[in-house]
């Protein structure tokens, strides 16, 4: 008599497969503009709020990993489902908004052109917070504290490019 490992592949051994994954190639591709662009913060004139520099790279491996398990939940309910294409190309549309911050704001040295991009950010994270909780809860909950860091950032942002 075969085993029940044998009869079918294991749905849960391939659920944390696609979960390791998919929070690795978020992690990676959010990383990435850190990678390519500088960082450099010396041109800036920090506010009082300016968070320590190490904050920066732990906030954003939690919040990309958070992304990570939030896609996961939302692709395993299935791509034959429209609110699923929808709240992934929702994803798609605000990920590639957070990728071009850096370039605009630390690449281009432009405040004043980060503001507008982290700007429609904000509105699209909104957008796929949304989007996710038609598929799943638990998904556009674990995008809270994304939004939350967000809008955080925006308020840097906004207070690096008036001088405040």
């Known amino acids: 008599m075969e085993s029940v ?12 497969l696609l979960a390791f994954a998919l929070v690795v190639v978020v992690n990676t591709l959010g990383a990435s ?24 790279p732990i906030v954003w491996t939690l919040l990309f990993t958070l992304l990570g398990v939030a896609l996961f939940l939302v692709v395993r309910r299935g791509l034959e489902r429209r609110d699923v ?34 700007v429609a950010l904000w509105a699209a994270i909104v957008a796929t917070i949304v989007a996710f909780d ?15 860091w967000v809008s955080f950032a925006a308020v840097l942002n906004y207070a690096i490019y008036a001088g405040v």
């Open 5 to 16: 490992t044998e009869q079918r592949p294991d749905g849960s051994v391939r659920d944390l």
């Open 33 to 56: 503009p850190a990678v390519l662009f500088s960082s450099d913060t010396s041109w800036i004139d920090r506010p009082w709020f300016f968070p320590p520099e190490v904050a920066f």
């Open 85 to 118: 294409r929808v709240a992934i190309a929702a994803f798609a549309g605000q990920f590639a908004l957070n990728l071009a911050w850096t370039p605009a704001f630390f690449g281009l040295q432009r405040p004043d052109l980060g503001l507008v991009v982290i």
């Open 134 to 148: 038609r598929v799943d809860r638990r998904a556009a909950v674990l995008l809270v504290p994304y939004l939350a």
